[in-house]
């Protein structure tokens, strides 16, 4: 980690230093991702997990995915599995992941790469590396995000964006000592590819020991800084972070992150996932793979894919559905 890499950051575009009177997010909470394992068996960690859903708005769910060195044969992926009512980001900053759906869409994702899927309406869909990738192993690392979609669009057709690595804007900030990846969204006045239904800003930052980034956030969005890797400081109460914890940013128009000057990342940086986006501010009904705004939506989604208007596993691809699937969508709600 990570795939997308420059030698000189003295060459990339810098973020402007904010102006004088802007006001310092401060730390509003801290939490640390519990370890867990998911689809065929891969291990994750839950970025969100005991965090207020009104404090993510309009984010629903977080899986950092290994960092983990696979032998040959070990390399794990999902069954096929539905999605309702938001979108799914999956961000690979080493490996290789394929993914196919029930409408005959989509692709490969590898070393840098993004993949957006809008499920909309609803769709049916697995993620596995290639089985070259299985055969020989090696280093799995990456991301999956779901977003929220506004009641006006959940019950749009399902779409894909496929973000190659050398799409994503790259970025330094005043001293160079930062390699920032906007993926999607704005940052200090640069935008990444990524086209989205929610407004919102996704960046990974890799900061070298010792450096210090004051980043400009609009102060409509809310602001986390999830840590894939390394220790830091944030806020400007320099409060202590380390992989695999979550800060949530109170108001304001910027916030502060800084690299402790050792590290222990494959990287030797620290590497930091920035997230924000305008509130939503409508209820959510989540339950397993849908996300809407009632229960009784929840339960339609239920019956929808037990009665295949989801759609259906194409006939043609070599994986049939599993036991699992049908566990994981289990119509009960008690």
């Known amino acids: 980690m990570p795939a997308v890499t420059i ?20 730390v509003a909470s801290i939490t640390t991702a519990p370890r867990g394992f998911e689809g065929e068996g891969f291990p994750v960690r839950r970025a969100f997990a005991g965090v207020d859903l009104r404090a993510l708005d309009p984010f629903i769910h977080l899986d950092q995915i290994g960092e983990v060195n696979y032998a040959p044969g070990e390399p794990k992926g999902t069954p096929w599995h539905p999605h309702r009512g938001f979108e799914t980001v999956t961000y690979m900053m080493d490996g290789v992941i394929q993914h196919a759906d029930s409408t005959g869409g989509g692709g490969v994702i590898r070393d840098g790469g993004t993949q957006w899927m809008t499920a909309g309406k609803g769709i049916l869909h697995i993620e596995t590396p290639p089985h070259d990738v299985v055969a020989a192993g090696g280093w799995f690392h990456g991301l999956q995000l779901w977003v929220n979609l506004p009641t006006a669009q959940k019950w749009v057709d399902p779409r894909y964006q496929d973000l190659e690595a050398e799409a994503v804007t790259l970025l330094t900030t005043e001293d160079a000592g ?20 929610s407004p919102m800003t996704m960046v990974h930052a890799s900061l070298a020991p010792g450096a210090r980034t004051v980043v400009p956030w ?24 380390e992989a695999g914890q979550l800060t949530v940013f109170g108001a304001g128009d910027l916030f502060t992150v800084e690299a402790d000057e050792r590290q222990d990342t494959r ?6 996932l920035l997230l924000g986006g305008r509130p939503i501010g409508e209820p959510v009904a989540w339950y397993g793979p849908f996300v809407m705004n009632t229960e009784g939506e929840i339960r339609q989604a239920f019956d929808d894919f037990h009665a295949g208007r989801l759609g259906t596993v194409p006939t043609s691809h070599p994986l049939a559905p599993t036991d699992e699937l049908a566990a994981e969508t289990d119509s009960s709600l008690d």
């Not at 904010?18 to 006001?23: G, L, M, S, Y």
């Open 7 to 26: 030698e000189d950051t003295t060459r990339l575009p810098r973020i402007a230093t904010p102006v004088a009177d802007t006001r310092q997010r401060p």
């Open 178 to 197: 930062a390699l920032v990846r906007v993926i999607a969204g704005e940052l200090g006045g640069h935008h990444g590819p990524g086209a989205t239904r």
């Open 218 to 241: 609009p102060a409509d969005f809310n602001a986390l800084a999830y840590v894939l890797g390394g220790r830091g400081r944030v806020g400007a109460e320099r409060t202590p972070v």
């Open 267 to 272: 990287t030797g940086a620290l590497e930091l």
